[in-house]
């Protein structure tokens, strides 16, 4: 045993590496675990398909935040990203927060800092905030209004015609809105790494070779694959008109290819083509695009983090009590 003031190693590394024995049955292990501890489990759409398998719920950004909110569950695990986390842990202060891998970050959060989000606001004291639900609670706390990719268009919709706004930070889906409204929102210049990296030539080839088949793309793609879309909306919205369409039998998808194992499972005849990533050596050899934090949750992780109850979240009180004001004017809506 540990002495008291050395640390396991998993508290330095953001995430439990207790060995799990080979007769452990991960999936089995996992529910039993939730039912002893009364524990729920949310899983994004971009986690890897056997953890949304097992998971209670799966969805977007704003199905997972309006189901921690309901949850009588005392602990919460969140098998997405740290952001998301926070989220829960804003709306249900009193349970456990979890999240398998505390280093499980966003590029999008991470192109908005808090600091410097406080000094845009201040040169424009008269503009109401309006910030994407992906990022940190701190940005959270300087924002009037949340949004996710899916009701951004009816926030923004909601605040007056007249009204001056600062939309953060995903430059992408904040010009988007300003294309669809006719708004002229100042845009804070940020993006998801996995979103901004779609080939627009690979895209172009394959509508070619697929010239009937629908393409579905988030908005939080670049303006040139948008424009190559017929169909623009969230996970959510993207995994809906596929399931509402299931005669087209194919479908070009431009998101995080995560959310093809819902919509296969959703769809089983349905053929469908993930656009690529540009090639870099970071996605050289690689087909599909998928976000390296989004896939640092595990199936070992999430039954480490049921067992050991740990990493968990926390937030500072004051930035807290702020941050929680803008979600649940979105959740008003």
Not at 14 to 20: A, K, S, T
Not at 149 to 164: F, P, T
Not at 276 to 301: D, L, Q, V, Y
Request: proline residues 5%; charged residues 25%; negative net charge.
């Amino acid at each position: 045993m540990n002495p008291s003031n050395v640390k396991p190693s998993w508290q330095e590394k953001g995430y439990v590496d207790e060995p799990i024995g080979s007769d452990v049955n991960l999936r089995e292990s996992i529910r039993r675990l939730c039912d002893e501890k009364n524990a729920v489990i949310l899983a994004h759409y971009y986690v890897d398909g056997a953890i949304q398998d097992v998971a209670d719920f799966v969805g977007d950004s704003l199905a997972l935040a309006q189901q921690a909110s309901k949850t009588d569950a005392d602990i919460i695990v969140m098998c997405g990203v740290h952001f998301m986390a926070e989220t829960c842990k804003l709306l249900c202060p009193d349970k456990l927060v979890l999240l398998p891998d505390v280093t499980a970050g966003c590029s999008l959060a991470d192109s908005c800092d808090a600091r410097e989000l406080a000094e845009w606001k201040q040169a424009h004291p008269d503009y109401k905030v309006v910030s994407y639900v992906n990022t940190t609670a701190a940005v959270k706390a300087l924002t009037d209004i949340v949004c996710t990719s899916g009701n951004a268009l009816k926030v923004v919709q909601s605040l007056d015609e007249n009204e001056k706004i600062l939309f953060a930070p995903d430059y992408n889906l904040g010009s988007y809105i300003n294309s669809v409204t006719g708004r002229n929102m100042d845009l804070w210049h940020g993006g998801c790494h996995v979103h901004e990296r779609f080939s627009i030539d690979a895209l172009s080839a394959m509508k070619q070779q697929y010239p009937s088949v629908k393409v579905l793309a988030h908005p939080e793609c670049k303006a040139p694959i948008l424009a190559a879309a017929d169909i623009v909306g969230s996970t959510a919205v993207l995994l809906k008109y596929v399931m509402e369409h299931e005669e087209e039998k194919q479908f070009i998808i431009a998101t995080e290819a995560g959310i093809l194992h819902e919509m296969q499972k959703q769809c089983p005849d349905a053929v469908f083509h993930a656009v690529p990533p540009e090639i870099s050596e970071e996605t050289r050899g690689c087909h599909c695009n998928e976000c390296e934090f989004m896939k640092k949750n595990s199936m070992a992780k999430l039954y480490n983090t049921l067992k050991y109850e740990y990493p968990f979240v926390e937030l500072d009180a004051s930035i807290a009590a702020d941050a929680v004001k803008p979600i649940e004017r979105m959740l008003s809506l």
